[in-house]
């Protein structure tokens, strides 16, 4: 579940870079909104896992630079399609996650209830 962990702060800085910044002080999550955030980052990451190879081989920089809006895009549509999540949201949870240690303690624990579904 590290990987988990800090694959979801790598995804947060891509999404943050492309998007737009939200605000996060003092928020609270239900675990409804976690639970979802939790399942768009599965997603992303099949995303990313799908991208990555592509991305890495691509000839030029350009080529790479095109894959990876490519890419982003699909990984917005993935946080879209989960239910009850919009980017905004998903990225307010990840930036949240990162400063605080109990709410990323939550998440953990819910990547680590999700894992034997996820394979």
């Not at 990987?3 to 939200?22: E, K, N, P, Q, Y």
């Not at 955030?37 to 095109?66: G, H, M, Y």
């Not at 399609?81 to 998903?90: K, P, R």
């Amino acid at each position: 579940m590290a990987h988990l962990r800090s694959f979801m702060i790598c995804l947060l800085a891509i999404l943050v870079l492309t998007g737009t910044r939200v605000s996060v002080a003092d928020q609270e999550f239900t675990d409804a909104k976690l639970q979802s955030f939790a399942s768009a980052v599965l997603a992303v990451n099949a995303v990313v896992e799908r991208w990555r190879p592509q991305i890495e081989a691509a000839p030029t920089d350009a080529d790479k630079q095109q894959m990876a809006e490519k890419a982003n895009q699909e990984m917005r549509a993935a946080v879209e399609g989960t239910n009850g999540l919009s980017v905004d949201e998903y990225q307010a949870i990840a930036q949240a996650a990162q400063a605080d240690p109990q709410l990323m303690a939550r998440l953990d624990k819910m990547f680590k209830e999700m894992a034997p579904a996820a394979r």
